[in-house]
Every structure is written in C-alpha cells, then in structure tokens.
C-alpha cells in the first residue's frame, strides 16, 4: 500500500502564491513520476504538472510559467509551487505516484483563489 499526503492548500488572494507539498509512505514502488491533478468542480480531472525520476517535467498549458514542480525522490516528496494565481486556478489538486506499473492518488486539498 501507498499513502500519499498533500498539504499546503487554503485560501489565497489573486495573484498570490501557495506551495503544495505531497509525501508517500508505505509500500513504495520504484517512482517513475510524480505530480499534480486538479479538479474544479463541474470539470474534469486533469493533469497540472508532473517530473519524472530522472527530472524531466511536464506542464499543462495553463499553468506554465505560473508553477513549478520540484521532488526529492530520497524523501518520497514532492513540491508544487504556484504563483500568480488566478480565479480559475481554484480546484481540489490531487499528488499523484505512478510506479510498478500502478497511479496512487492522495486524498486532496482545496485550493481556493478569491478576494
């Protein structure tokens, strides 16, 4: 079993900055990726950003420039850093693990960008 959990969320102003942050436990496979989903209600889930073992990262179009995915693989963690954020950046984001050939979700936390 794989635990994965986030933290960091809350309520932030637009144009301001969060970090997420998100730790695995247990059972855990070699790691082939980490990152970040998000849901916004009404919308599907969808991939934010995600890095590889080796570092190589992935950013949805919304979100470039705006965040950054960083990890310590040694401490089964990673970061999500998000800047400049918007009305629409608002959504319940999910850290994610896929390795030995299986996705591990965490259980979320609500990001909320209002004034």
């Known amino acids: 079993q794989v635990q994965l959990v986030e933290s960091g969320g809350g309520l932030v102003q637009p144009g301001g900055s969060l970090t997420l942050s998100c730790t695995a436990s247990g059972t855990i496979p070699s790691i082939d990726y980490m990152g970040w989903h998000r849901q916004a209600p009404g919308n599907q889930r969808e991939l934010v950003a995600r890095i590889s073992r080796r570092g190589n990262t992935y950013y ?8 950054t995915i960083s ?6 963690t990673v970061y999500l850093r998000m800047s400049s954020l918007k009305p629409e950046d608002t959504a319940v984001y999910y850290c994610t693990l896929t390795g030995g050939f299986r996705d591990y979700w965490g259980q979320g936390t609500q990001v909320t960008v209002s004034s």
């Open 71 to 76: 990890r310590e693989f040694g401490k089964n």
């Open 60 to 67: 949805a179009d919304s979100v470039k420039d705006r965040f």
